[in-house]
Each structure stands twice: as C-alpha cells, then as structure tokens.
C-alpha cells in the first residue's frame, strides 16, 4: 500500500488522473553532482542548457535542475555554446553551491508515480545533499503543485477556504523552520482576507479574483495562487502583479513544507499527507460550514482570531474525524 494518502477527488473533469509536481530546493552538492545523481536514477534522456542547467526527458516527464540563482544562470547561458566552458565559471558555479540551493523541479506525476521521488531523494541525501537546516538564507523548501479536478469557481474556493481554515495548523504540523517562518517567501494569508473569504459566495468568479489581489498580490505565500488565476486570466493579473516568475498553470502552488533531505527520517510522503488534510477538508462542504462558523464567531471578538486556540481546536476537530 502506497504511503501517499489518496485524494477524495483522484480525477480531473477530462478522465485523466489528476496529477502532482513537486520542487525540491537543496545544497550540499555542486550542480555537477546533483546532475550527475539524478541522472543515474532517471536514465533519461539529457539536454544540457548551460554549466548549471539541464532537463531530463523520461517516460514520466521531463525532469529539470538548475542552480537558483538568477544573474549565475543568465551569465551560464551565454556561455553555454562555447566548446569549454570558463574556469572561472565552473569555479563560481562551485563556490555557489555552498550557499545557492540547487531546485530540483520534477513533472507532474500521478499518485502511482510517486515512488520515483522516494529513489531521488534517497540518492541525493547518501551524496550529500543537505535541506533545510543547512541554510539561514535561502529557506529551502519543498513545493507542492496540485492539480485541480477542475477548475470551476466553486472548487477554487472550496481549496482556498479549505487551506485558509488550517494554515495556521499547517505551519505546526509541517515543523516549519523558524528562519522559513520569518522569510517573505512562505508568508501566510492576512486574517482580514480569511474572514471576507469565508463569507464570499462560492460561485462568483470576479469576487475571487478581486479578493485575492487586494490581499494577496504577491508571490510570497505559502499558498500561491497566481499561476492558476493566470491559467484562468492572465492579464488580470498581470495587471495586478507584475512579476515575469509567475507561469500559469491549472495548479495550487504549496511551498510549506522544509525540504529535510539530510535527515534519514524525513519523508516526503509526510510533507504531503499534512497537504492531504487541505484535500480532504476542500471535498468535505459540510466540513468547511461549520469550521467557517466557528471562524467568524471567534473573528468577532474584538482581538480576532487566537492563534493558538484555533490551532487546538483545528486538531481536536480533524482527530474527532479520523483523519490524523
């Protein structure tokens, strides 16, 4: 039995099997080593973009890997034609994997897919791959891109609603790292937003879109929902948010989890049972009603919302129903 909890909805509207990207930030390792591990465990096909660049055709995807490091990459793709690569960028390539995180960025997968994940991981870590704890600077994480069954207004909603009620518990249930915790990139949704969102009609279309980019118009959030709101309107958000690292896509953009790949402990099926109870409560409308109801009698009191209580009374109630 796989270790990955299925989803209530494991199908998309067209018949296909829904599926699941997941990026891996890492450091430890040059970009050569990681490159070369990954490889061994894909056996596919590999073109090579720049020194610190390459994608990896397989019968389950194209698999990419890259040095994060924006201005190392554009200097590495001018280069990139040139029959021997520079010294001193192979150098700086080098001394940037001590602190640059390598991103390991894999395909969407079906959930029977997964074990290939669980071979990659456990390679990277006997190289020496280092996670989250490695690095006060760079927050390495994982990301999770979850396909939606589709992409009716009402099931993003159900999704946000789901996500917005236990992202306080999420944060517990994950361990997030404290330098994660006061880094920009995984940054909660405002209480002021929870509470419009949970009152908002389920159906209407311009009403998301309006709430989310008043509250939300940035890409630092642990859920990111701008490249699905792209896939669905791309110059409305756009003209929200201009940033050219925003790719549409029909999927939830989850960057919560630590990437603890050095521990021989940690498990990625972990990080995505915690994201799992965001799938159960998103398919559960009975569920979402009355932690809603219990939100905004809370919300009405004259401090908001008590962190800790919430949390208490999140995990009492998800306990009561089996699901932990």
């Keep these: 039995m796989s270790r990955y909890r299925q989803p209530p909805h494991r199908m998309c509207a067209d018949g296909r099997a829904r599926r699941v990207g997941f990026e891996l930030e890492f450091t430890g390792l040059t970009f050569e080593q990681a490159r070369q591990t990954i490889q061994a465990v894909l056996q596919g096909q590999e073109t090579r973009i720049s020194p610190v660049e390459t994608v990896i055709e397989t019968d389950l995807g194209r698999f990419g890997l890259e040095l994060d490091w924006a201005l190392l990459k554009q200097v590495a793709k001018e280069y990139a034609d040139v029959p021997v690569t520079p010294d001193w960028l192979e150098g700086v390539s ?16 079906a959930l029977q897919d997964f074990n290939v994940l669980d071979t990659l991981v456990t390679r990277l870590r006997r190289t020496g791959a280092q996670g989250t704890d490695d690095s006060l600077i760079a927050a390495l994480g994982v990301h999770i891109n979850a396909e939606l069954p589709d992409v009716k207004v009402s099931t993003i909603n159900a999704y946000l609603k789901a996500y917005s009620l236990l992202q306080w518990w999420l944060v517990d249930a994950h361990a997030v790292n404290l330098a994660r915790k006061v880094s920009p990139y995984v940054d909660l949704y405002p209480q002021a937003y929870v509470d419009q969102l949970l009152q908002q009609p389920d159906d209407d279309r311009d009403r998301l879109f ?104 999140v995990s009492q109630w998800l306990n009561d129903r089996g699901w932990l």
């Design 94 to 109: 080098r001394m940037a994997a001590r602190v640059v995180p390598v991103e390991l960025v894999c395909p969407p997968l």
């Design 210 to 313: 309006e709430l989310y980019l008043t509250h939300n118009n940035t890409r630092n959030r642990a859920l990111d929902l701008l490249p699905l709101l792209a896939h669905l309107d791309e110059a409305r958000v756009r003209a929200h948010v201009d940033d050219a690292r925003i790719k549409s896509r029909p999927a939830l953009h989850y960057r919560l989890p630590n990437c603890e790949i050095d521990r021989a402990d940690w498990d990625l099926a972990d990080e995505w049972n915690t994201w799992w109870m965001v799938e159960r409560l998103a398919a559960d409308t009975d569920g979402i009603q009355v932690l809603s109801q219990h939100w905004q009698q809370r919300s009405a009191g004259l401090l908001g919302v008590n962190r800790s209580e919430w949390v208490q009374e």
